[in-house]
């Protein structure tokens, strides 16, 4: 019998972008979608805008510093799908069961993410490639 599933709902699909404005002007043109939410979130070193789409959300990212992670990843890859993010119950609780079966992940704790949220980053490279955030409203 499988285990109890910890993901509720896709919360967001995170593209990182060079132009935010330009990005955000697309989809609005494009798509008829408006900016809910924007942000700069220091420690991450990102500027975000959220777009609503039904009860999720698209989320373009574009690098504050040279030195984030978004930044460093663009240098290699280029424009682009960056990460899902996942909602969660408890951000605690679905990080450690991925920590319990031996997946690597990124935060070793939960952490304050953008929109008051909790949030924990699991690698890519135990996760078949794609970079999961695990969400907590």
């Given at each position: 019998m499988p285990a109890e599933p910890v993901l509720t709902e896709i919360d967001h699909?995170?593209?990182?972008?060079?132009?935010?404005?330009?990005a955000v002007a697309y989809y609005e043109a494009a798509y008829g979608?408006?900016?809910e939410?924007?942000?700069?979130?220091?420690?991450?070193?990102?500027?975000?805008?959220?777009?609503?789409?039904?009860?999720?959300?698209?989320?373009?990212?574009?690098?504050?510093?040279?030195d984030s992670p978004?930044?460093?990843?663009?240098?290699?890859?280029?424009?682009?799908?960056?990460h899902v993010g996942y909602r969660v119950d408890d951000c605690a609780a679905a990080l450690e069961r991925?920590?319990?079966?031996?997946?690597?992940?990124i935060d070793d704790a939960p952490r304050p993410g953008s929109r008051g949220t909790t949030v924990a980053f699991i690698h890519p490279k135990t996760a078949f490639g794609t970079l999961i955030e695990l969400v907590q409203e």
């Open positions: 699909v995170a593209i990182a972008v060079r132009d935010l404005d330009a979608v408006e900016v939410h924007r942000e700069t979130v220091e420690r991450d070193g990102v500027e975000e805008a959220l777009l609503r789409v039904a009860d999720s959300y698209v989320q373009l990212l574009t690098p504050t510093r040279d978004v930044a460093k990843w663009m240098e290699k890859r280029g424009e682009g799908i960056h991925v920590k319990a079966q031996g997946h690597q992940v």
